[in-house]
C-alpha cells in the first residue's frame, strides 16, 4: 500500500462497436469521448486469491489495514529508497485515518477493474511479507506496470529476488498483457524515469 498515492461481447471488448453491423449507438447508450479504455477485457477473472509456496496474495482492503500498516512502518527507510524513492511515503506520521483511506481506495480500484493491489501474506494471514501491484502504464508500448516491495526483513531473507521471478511467471501465465514493465527490475529506475517524464 501507498499513502499519497496502487471490460461486453467480442465486439465492445476489442473497442469496435461501431463496427459491428447490428449495432446502433444511440445519445443514451454512447460511451462518454473521455472515457479510458478498459484495463482488462471484461471477461477476465481478476485473481482475488493466489497460493504460492510460503505465501499468498489477497486483493487489499480494510480488512488488511493493520497488516500492513505493521509491515511498511517495520521498513521505513528500506521502502523509501528501494520503492516510493520518496521520503513521502512511508512516513512516521501516517495515521490509521490515512491508513484507512488508502486501503478504501485501493478496494474501490480494484472492484471497478483500474488497478490491482494484492497484499503478499503468510500462509496463515497473520502477517504481511510484502505487495504487489498491477496498474496500467502511461509508458507507450507496454500495456501493464508491475511493482512490489518486501519488508526489510524479507528483503534480507532473500524474498524479494524469490517474490520478482514468482511475479513475472504469474503475470505471464495467468494475465492478459502482451508486455509489461517491471520499474526498477527489468528496467532500471534511470531508463523508466526517462520514459514517464516523456509521456508527460
Not at 482488462?40 to 481478476?46: C, E, I, N, Q, R
Request: charged share 25%; glycine share 8%.
Amino acid at each position: 500500500m501507498k499513502i499519497g498515492f496502487a471490460l461486453a461481447g467480442i465486439c465492445a471488448a476489442m473497442g469496435t462497436l461501431a463496427g459491428c453491423p447490428a449495432f446502433a449507438q444511440t445519445a443514451e447508450t454512447a460511451a462518454p469521448e473521455t472515457a479510458e479504455p478498459a484495463f482488462v477485457p471484461s471477461d477476465f477473472d481478476v485473481p482475488v486469491l493466489v497460493e504460492a509456496d510460503g505465501f499468498k496474495l489477497v486483493p487489499l482492503s480494510p480488512d488488511l489495514v493493520q497488516v500492513d500498516y505493521d509491515a511498511y512502518m517495520s521498513s521505513i527507510e528500506h521502502l523509501q529508497k528501494t520503492f516510493s524513492r520518496s521520503t513521502g511515503w512511508p512516513r512516521e506520521d501516517i495515521s490509521d485515518e490515512d491508513a484507512m483511506r488508502d486501503m478504501e481506495n485501493e478496494a474501490a480500484r480494484f472492484a471497478a477493474r483500474k488497478s490491482f493491489a494484492y497484499g503478499v501474506l503468510t500462509p496463515d494471514g497473520s502477517r504481511e511479507r510484502g505487495s504487489v501491484y498491477v496498474r496500467p502504464s502511461k509508458v507507450e508500448g507496454y500495456d501493464a506496470v508491475v511493482m512490489h516491495w518486501v519488508t526489510k526483513a524479507e528483503y534480507d531473507a532473500g524474498f524479494d529476488a524469490e517474490l520478482y521471478d514468482w511475479v513475472k511467471g504469474w503475470v505471464a501465465a495467468e494475465w492478459p498483457f502482451q508486455n509489461v514493465a517491471y520499474p526498477g527490475r527489468g528496467i532500471s529506475w534511470k531508463d523508466w524515469d526517462a520514459m514517464t517524464a516523456d509521456e508527460k
